[in-house]
């Protein structure tokens, strides 16, 4: 890993020098593990607090921080940039030698079928599957043990990582990246009830997935009944999310880890599904909707809404329901202590031969 001065990684990122250009640096490192030597990098207020205790040799900002991070630590040599994430992955590159080429051609061990169409400068690694008049684009890349079922459709400059595994007649866009040991294709989760048995209805569907998607390690997306599941251009997707047969899948969605979404659900753009969410079949939420983690969605939702909780409500009178459940040892004391005051006060007024008639509800509502 060789060094380089703060001049030339300025150079790299055309950023503007605030400090001592001549600095050397050796690496890139995050805030809370960058050490002397190393460059970090300051995107939002919580790194910039960071900045006053790590004892790196230059930082990346943006105009916007570049006057805080000269209070936090007025000696640190800066480089300011438009976007101070995408600089740090280019410098942090650069310093660890780049990345390796990449390799091109059809390995003798994978499997193509005679019938498939390969595009050009595609990489298709020893045990790939390439069946029956399936398409790959130009500038994909196979990676050991991928399948790609018949008739299926691979757009240019896919990656299909290890064991990713394409049903027959599964469509994807260009630029789509899927991760290890996902599954995309497979049945939906349909039967129905026919003499005391659970029948299956046949998933005759397909599968069809837009530009610009990634998809995490082991999803698992199923094929429509008997139309697609549709997943919208740039959305991202977690690992260990399911997605069941028929949805349509809005553009821009970002759907976090362990989400489950049942048959037959809509998501509109923009929407944000955090960890663990689990939404119920045939389910509609509307654009830019934002859903907490563990929520359990069983309506459908307007657009614009933030939901939390399950089920899951507004955000406002669910942090109320939090905090009135945050209160409820304190609340069980409180009637403990009420019934034992009551318990000596009933003890005392039959010492002292008083009887203690019940309140009417008259009464009661007239002292409220």
Same mark, same amino acid.
């Given at each position: 890993m060789?060094?380089?001065? &703060?001049?030339?990684?300025? *150079?790299?990122v055309?950023?503007?020098?605030?400090?001592?250009?001549?600095?050397?640096?050796?690496?890139?490192?995050p805030?809370?593990? @960058? $050490?002397?030597?190393?460059?970090?990098f300051?995107?939002?207020?919580?790194?910039?607090r960071?900045?006053?205790?790590?004892?790196?040799?230059?930082?990346?900002? $943006?105009?916007?921080?570049?006057?805080?991070?000269q209070v936090?630590?007025?000696?640190?040599?800066?480089?300011?940039?438009?976007?101070?994430?995408?600089? #740090?992955?280019?410098?942090?590159?650069?310093?660890?030698?780049?990345e390796p080429?990449r390799?091109? /051609?059809?390995?003798?061990?994978?499997?193509?079928?005679?019938?498939?169409?390969?595009?050009?400068?595609?990489?298709?690694?020893? #045990?790939?599957?390439?069946?029956? +008049?399936?398409e790959?684009?130009?500038?994909s890349?196979?990676?050991?043990?991928?399948?790609?079922?018949?008739?299926?459709?691979?757009g240019?400059?896919?990656v299909?990582? @290890?064991?990713?595994?394409? +049903?027959?007649?599964?469509?994807?866009?260009?630029?789509?990246?899927?991760?290890s040991?996902?599954?995309?294709g497979?049945?939906?989760? $349909?039967y129905?009830?026919?003499?005391?048995?659970?029948?299956?209805?046949?998933?005759?569907?397909?599968?069809e997935?837009?530009d610009?998607?990634?998809?995490?390690?082991?999803?698992?997306?199923?094929? $429509?009944t008997?139309e697609?599941t549709t997943?919208?251009? /740039?959305?991202?997707?977690?690992?260990?999310?399911?997605?069941?047969?028929?949805?349509?899948?809005?553009?821009h969605n970002?759907?976090?880890?362990q989400?489950?979404?049942?048959?037959?659900?809509?998501? /509109?753009?923009?929407?944000?599904? @955090?960890?663990q969410?689990?939404?119920?079949?045939?389910?509609e939420i509307?654009?830019?909707?934002?859903?907490? %983690?563990?929520?359990?969605v069983?309506?459908?939702?307007?657009?614009?809404?933030q939901?939390? /909780?399950?089920? @899951?409500?507004?955000?406002?009178?669910?942090?109320?329901?939090?905090?009135?459940? %945050?209160r409820?040892?304190?609340?069980?004391?409180q009637?403990?202590? &009420?019934?034992?005051?009551?318990?000596?006060?009933?003890i005392?007024?039959?010492?002292?031969?008083?009887s203690?008639?019940?309140m009417? *509800?008259?009464? &009661?509502?007239?002292?409220?």
């Amino acid at each position: 890993m060789a060094s380089t001065t &703060l001049e030339q990684i300025a *150079s790299i990122v055309n950023g503007r020098i605030v400090g001592n250009g001549t600095v050397s640096i050796a690496d890139a490192r995050p805030v809370e593990i @960058a $050490g002397p030597g190393d460059i970090t990098f300051i995107a939002d207020d919580r790194v910039a607090r960071a900045l006053r205790a790590c004892p790196a040799s230059a930082a990346l900002v $943006g105009p916007h921080f570049r006057t805080r991070a000269q209070v936090i630590a007025p000696d640190l040599p800066l480089v300011e940039v438009e976007d101070p994430l995408d600089a #740090f992955v280019k410098v942090r590159t650069h310093l660890r030698g780049g990345e390796p080429p990449r390799w091109v /051609g059809i390995h003798p061990k994978a499997y193509i079928a005679a019938t498939a169409k390969i595009g050009r400068n595609v990489a298709i690694h020893p #045990f790939a599957y390439v069946g029956e +008049y399936a398409e790959i684009g130009d500038g994909s890349t196979l990676f050991p043990g991928a399948v790609v079922q018949s008739h299926c459709v691979v757009g240019k400059d896919c990656v299909l990582h @290890a064991n990713v595994v394409l +049903y027959d007649e599964t469509s994807l866009g260009d630029r789509v990246e899927v991760h290890s040991g996902t599954v995309i294709g497979s049945d939906g989760f $349909g039967y129905r009830l026919k003499e005391g048995r659970h029948v299956k209805i046949p998933q005759t569907g397909t599968v069809e997935i837009a530009d610009d998607v990634e998809i995490g390690a082991n999803c698992t997306i199923d094929r $429509g009944t008997f139309e697609a599941t549709t997943i919208g251009e /740039g959305s991202k997707i977690d690992n260990l999310v399911m997605i069941g047969h028929n949805n349509q899948i809005g553009q821009h969605n970002m759907i976090c880890g362990q989400v489950g979404l049942a048959g037959s659900c809509k998501t /509109g753009d923009y929407v944000v599904l @955090a960890g663990q969410v689990g939404v119920k079949d045939h389910t509609e939420i509307g654009d830019k909707v934002i859903i907490g %983690a563990q929520a359990g969605v069983h309506r459908n939702v307007p657009s614009g809404q933030q939901l939390l /909780g399950s089920p @899951a409500m507004p955000i406002r009178e669910q942090r109320r329901i939090f905090q009135m459940i %945050a209160r409820l040892p304190e609340m069980h004391q409180q009637v403990r202590e &009420l019934v034992a005051a009551m318990e000596r006060i009933k003890i005392l007024a039959a010492q002292a031969g008083v009887s203690l008639a019940p309140m009417e *509800s008259n009464t &009661l509502e007239e002292t409220s």
